[in-house]
């Protein structure tokens, strides 16, 4: 790839998960076994086995599904890197959707990487319990504005919780509120309104009772400058010093992940290629609706990392 071109890496988020991820990459390389190692020892569980084997339903569980992304995410970053050689551009930018945002602290140098999946690990606690004092819960609408999502979620107490791509947001409130928000949008011209299957309503005014809990985690760890920018969830803007980060991952569990605009940031300051590091392809579908000229490449298994050539 021609040097001025410019790169981001993008971490993937909670719902990228599979039963069997990360186990290519374990059996082939003694870096990434090491990984795994450590990621269990980090919190006291044996999250590679839920990783490779499941159960499906143990490993979709928030507490479960936040560290075990970190963890096979970084693998594939690992691996890339020793694999791929300089078929894998160094990133100007880095950015995770959500959950990932803490992948990419440990990519970018801001924290060690036992440290970013302790603190996934916290956070998807913290989230689930949250979910349990303030029930809540989320719904995917497709093919509104954004405009009239933020008009039906004034009138029907709710929040916007994912701004993913034009046509595409989530929202997020209690289980009441959101099935009347889910009518309107259908009554609006929503092409599809798609309830999710998650614990709490994530990245709304309900996670508040996360926050604390969080903050004392976050209070025990010294966050180092990033070595390149990360995009910020809650502002799309870069985070360039350690001082920024803990207000970020704080406000990000009651604000809406700006996605977009995270994308359209990155764009807007010349990168042309986005590389999806993790498992699954949810991200490269976003950014495809964002900007269909942008080249992507998926770095999620053993395969797709061997697959990857220099450019011309």
Known sequence: MPDEKKVAYVFPGQGSQSVGMGKDLYEALDSVKALFKQADDAISFPISGLCFEGPEEELRKTVNAQPALVLVSIACLTAAQELAGKALPPAEFMAGHSLGEYTALAAAGVVDFATAVYLSRERGRLMYDAGLKEPGTMAAVLGLEQAVVEEICR???????????????AISGSAGNIARASEMAKAKGASRVVPL???????????????????????????RDPAVPIIANVTAEPLTYGTQIKGELLKQLTSPVQWQRSVEYMLGKGTKAFYEIGPGKVLAG???????????????????????KPAA
């Open 155 to 169: 009138q029907a107490g709710v929040a916007i919780a994912n701004v993913n791509c034009p046509g595409q947001l």
């Open 286 to 308: 976003l950014i495809r609706r964002i900007n269909r000229e942008t080249e992507i490449e998926n770095l999620g298994d053993l395969a797709s990392i061997k697959a990857l």
């Open 197 to 223: 299957q998650v614990s709490g309503a994530f990245h709304s005014p309900l996670m508040q009772p996360a926050v604390e809990g969080m903050q004392t985690a976050l209070s025990k760890v010294s966050f």
